[in-house]
C-alpha cells in the first residue's frame, strides 16, 4: 500500500507577467508583481460542468459531463499604499481590473509542482471593518486549462493548456526574494516579524 501524501503550501509565490508575455519567464523580472508575503489562500480551482442530453425514441434522457472550468482564488492581507519601496497587491489588482495577465504558481520553493495560467484580473476590497487586519479576496477566471506542471525541475506538463507553455518542460526560471508582509494599520510591535524569503523556481 501507497504511503499517504501530503502538500503543503511553504515559502511559495504567485507571480504575475502581462500577455503576450516572452518566454522563458524570469522570477527576478516579473513584469508586473511577484508576491508572496500578502498572500494567504492561492488555488486553482475547478468547477464541473455537465450538458443535459434529451431522450430518443429508445433512450431515455441523460446529463453528461463535459470540460470544466478553471478559476484562480486568491485570498490575502490588503496593502494599500505601502511605503517600503515594494509593488502593492491591492494596487497590482485595481489598476489591472479586467484585464489578462499571465499567473504563475509555485507552492513550494523549488517543489515539484508548479502551474502557469492565463486569468482574468479583478480588484480587490479597499479597506473593511474597525479594528481588524484588512483582506480580500479574489476569484480570477481562467482562459481555458491552466498548464500545470509535476515532477523535477523542469517538470512535465499534464496536459496542454492555456498557460502559453511552448514546451513540455516548466517555462520560469530564476530566484525571487519576496519582502515581508505589510499589514495596514498595525503598530510596529504589531507587525509580523517575517523576514525576506527567498523562492526558486
Same mark, same amino acid.
Given at each position: 500500500?501507497?504511503?499517504?501524501?501530503?502538500?503543503?503550501?511553504?515559502?511559495? %509565490?504567485?507571480? $504575475?507577467?502581462?500577455?503576450?508575455?516572452?518566454?522563458?519567464?524570469?522570477?527576478?523580472?516579473?513584469?508586473?508583481?511577484?508576491?508572496?508575503? &500578502?498572500?494567504? #489562500?492561492? *488555488?486553482?480551482?475547478? !468547477?464541473?460542468?455537465?450538458?443535459? %442530453?434529451?431522450? !430518443?425514441?429508445?433512450?431515455?434522457? =441523460?446529463?453528461?459531463?463535459?470540460?470544466?472550468? $478553471? =478559476?484562480?482564488? %486568491?485570498?490575502?492581507? @490588503?496593502?494599500?499604499?505601502?511605503?517600503?519601496?515594494?509593488?502593492?497587491?491591492?494596487?497590482?489588482?485595481? +489598476?489591472?481590473?479586467?484585464? &489578462?495577465?499571465?499567473?504563475?504558481?509555485?507552492? +513550494?520553493?523549488?517543489?515539484?509542482?508548479?502551474?502557469?495560467?492565463?486569468? =482574468?484580473?479583478?480588484?480587490?476590497?479597499?479597506?473593511?471593518?474597525?479594528?481588524?487586519?484588512?483582506?480580500? !479576496?479574489?476569484?480570477?477566471?481562467?482562459?481555458?486549462?491552466?498548464?500545470?506542471?509535476?515532477?523535477?525541475?523542469?517538470?512535465?506538463?499534464?496536459?496542454?493548456? @492555456?498557460?502559453? =507553455? !511552448?514546451?513540455? *518542460? $516548466?517555462?520560469?526560471?530564476?530566484?525571487?526574494?519576496?519582502?515581508?508582509?505589510?499589514?495596514?494599520? *498595525?503598530?510596529?510591535?504589531?507587525?509580523?516579524? &517575517? #523576514?525576506? &524569503?527567498?523562492?526558486?523556481?
Amino acid at each position: 500500500m501507497a504511503a499517504t501524501h501530503v502538500m503543503t503550501v511553504t515559502n511559495g %509565490v504567485v507571480a $504575475f507577467y502581462d500577455v503576450p508575455a516572452a518566454y522563458p519567464l524570469d522570477l527576478a523580472t516579473a513584469d508586473t508583481l511577484c508576491c508572496c508575503a &500578502q498572500v494567504t #489562500t492561492a *488555488a486553482i480551482v475547478a !468547477t464541473d460542468n455537465t450538458t443535459d %442530453v434529451p431522450a !430518443t425514441f429508445c433512450t431515455p434522457a =441523460s446529463t453528461r459531463a463535459v470540460a470544466s472550468s $478553471f =478559476s484562480l482564488n %486568491v485570498e490575502g492581507i @490588503q496593502d494599500w499604499g505601502r511605503g517600503d519601496g515594494e509593488k502593492s497587491f491591492s494596487e497590482f489588482l485595481f +489598476e489591472n481590473d479586467g484585464g &489578462q495577465v499571465l499567473a504563475v504558481l509555485l507552492p +513550494e520553493s523549488g517543489g515539484e509542482v508548479k502551474a502557469v495560467a492565463e486569468v =482574468s484580473v479583478k480588484s480587490g476590497d479597499f479597506l473593511g471593518p474597525a479594528g481588524e487586519t484588512l483582506v480580500f !479576496t479574489g476569484e480570477f477566471g481562467c482562459n481555458g486549462y491552466p498548464d500545470i506542471f509535476v515532477g523535477p525541475s523542469p517538470g512535465t506538463l499534464l496536459r496542454k493548456g @492555456q498557460g502559453g =507553455s !511552448t514546451t513540455a *518542460a $516548466f517555462p520560469v526560471t530564476g530566484t525571487v526574494t519576496c519582502p515581508a508582509p505589510v499589514i495596514l494599520g *498595525a503598530t510596529e510591535a504589531e507587525a509580523p516579524k &517575517q #523576514t525576506k &524569503q527567498t523562492v526558486d523556481a
